[in-house]
Structures are given as C-alpha cells and as structure tokens.
C-alpha cells in the first residue's frame, strides 16, 4: 500500500514519514515539488501517483499574516483540498486531511466534541473550516491544536530561544488548550487510516493547559536536563496585554475521546511527551 504525504517537510509531514506502518511505503512532497495555488497541478500530481492513500499535513499557517493575505490562506488550506479530494474520489483511495482547533470560537466552557458547532474567529480558521468543507464526506478530517517537534519552528523551540535570549519572558495565560506533539500526532493519523476511518475526529495529548502553563513546563523540563542552564521569570500575561493582528479562541481544548474510544489507546500527558521532544532535541543540538 503506497501513501502520499503532502507537506513532507513540516513537522507532522516529517512524523508520518518517520513512522511508516507495516505494510506501507510513503513517499513525500513539499511547495518545492509540488505548488498547492495550483489545483490542476495537485490533481494531476496525485493521479500520477496513484497512491491508496493521501495525506495532507500541509497548511497556510500563519495566522496573523493570514488577516491579509487570506485569499492566498484559501488557496492553500481549501481550494489545493478540493483537488486532493478529487483525485481521491477518481483513485479511489482514501484521504486524511489535517485541520485546527481554530475552527471554533472558544466560548464554549466544554472541550470541542467533533461535532460542535464551528464559527472561526480568523481568516486561518475560516480558510481551514473551507478546508474541511472541500475534503468531503469520504474523508478522515483531524483536528488539532499547538503542533510542536523537535527540529521544526514551533512554539517550544521559540520559547528555548527567548529564555536563553532574555532576562524574562511575558505568556498569554488566558487562551487554554493542549499540546499535540507530532509524532502521536502522526501515530492517530496512521491508526485512522488502518481503520478506514471517514469522518470529524479530534486528537490531542492528555491534559490542559494555557500557553503559560506549557512555557512554564518548558523551561522546567529543558533546565532538568541541561538543555537551557539558567532560569528567567516566566510572567503570565492576558491576551488584552499581547494584541496580534488574528484574534484566537480564548478555549479550544479538543474533545478526543471518541478518537480514543476508536482506536482504544489514549496519549500520554503533554508534559511527558514535551519530556521526550526536549530529549530529542538536546540530541540532535
């Protein structure tokens, strides 16, 4: 069985690419190969690919720059969807597309079930909520939230930098969620795939938390193995106190339990698996 994983160079691309399940061969594109503003080439690619499987790990994902370039957002996170989905409706092969938490509106006081209702506050959530929209029915669609690994531009390698930069770091306290590391990320992506799967499903790691708490819990966690060698004050601030040019749901936490119940595993904690990437990068330097 042969995959096709669009947006091999990202992070959750690279994942995919990194666990392979028995039984599949993978093979990778990214913007350099492949240009998602241009339909007609993704369909024509992914049919002269002909894989059983497509998996797209690609996204427009900047979400402020996004306010003002979302028609080019749109192209990447929706119009380039459509194209996969029909190049899968002609191979008849299956598809998994890879969607946010930024589709809701954060005013709920539960975690985000797959079907609650959606009401982006963003052109990014906009253009992925479009996105989910063009993957269709026959598609596996999989929310997530704060996607980090090492290696990769994420928050965590961010806040590595800041801490080592400055003499104290300011965190948005106010706007709670979960961490994703991508390569569990990646493992419920292959599972959903084996199982068939079609349809809304949520993936997280276990846990809370605010952006403040997971700075917090990075510095913590990077100190106790000597990835950073001292500690700076880490003051939690309200999004009112950080404005930014998209406005974020102020709670986005992802309801994963009938993923879970799906495929009966259930993810570490974030903190342990946030352990395990520092590790990994205090590996590879």
């Known amino acids: 069985m042969k995959a096709v994983v669009i947006g091999a160079n990202g992070q959750l691309g690279r994942a ?10 993978a093979t990778g594109t990214d913007r350099g190969r492949l240009d998602l503003t241009e339909p007609e ?26 306010e003002d370039e979302e028609a080019l957002a ?16 002609q191979l008849g092969c299956r598809f998994v ?10 005013g709920s006081s539960r975690a985000y079930g797959p079907g609650a209702a959606t009401a982006p506050l963003s052109a990014y959530g906009r253009t992925k909520l479009a996105g ?41 306290a106010d706007q709670i969620g979960a961490p994703t590391w991508a390569p569990g ?28 708490d997971f700075a917090v819990a990075i510095q913590e966690e990077a ?11 880490v003051r939690p601030v309200t999004t009112a106190d ?12 992802l309801d994963d339990s009938a993923t879970r119940a799906l495929l009966g595993d259930q993810p570490p904690h974030w903190r342990v698996n946030l352990r395990t990437m520092l590790k990994e990068e205090l590996r590879i330097g």
């Open 16 to 25: 995919l690419l990194d666990s392979v399940p028995q039984g599949w061969t």
């Open 41 to 66: 080439a993704v369909e024509a690619f992914l049919l002269d690919e002909a894989p059983d499987a497509i998996l797209n790990a690609a996204a427009y994902t900047a979400v402020d720059r996004a």
């Open 74 to 89: 749109l192209a990447v996170n929706a119009t380039a969807v459509s194209a996969m989905a029909r190049a899968a409706a």
């Open 97 to 106: 597309h890879v969607s946010t938490d930024f589709v809701f509106d954060g």
């Open 132 to 172: 989910e929209q063009a993957a269709g029915p026959d598609a596996a669609i999989v929310r997530t939230s704060w996607v980090y690994s090492a290696g990769s531009h994420n928050f965590v390698r961010t806040m590595l930098r800041v801490m080592r930069e400055r003499d104290e770091v300011r965190v948005v």
């Open 185 to 212: 990320l990646a493992a419920t992506i292959w599972a959903l795939l084996g199982h068939g799967a079609k349809g809304l499903f949520h993936h997280r790691d276990a846990g809370v938390a605010s952006w403040y």
């Open 223 to 233: 100190l106790a193995i000597g990835l950073l060698d001292r500690e700076v004050p």
């Open 242 to 253: 950080y404005p930014t040019r998209a406005v974020r749901p102020a709670f986005s936490l």
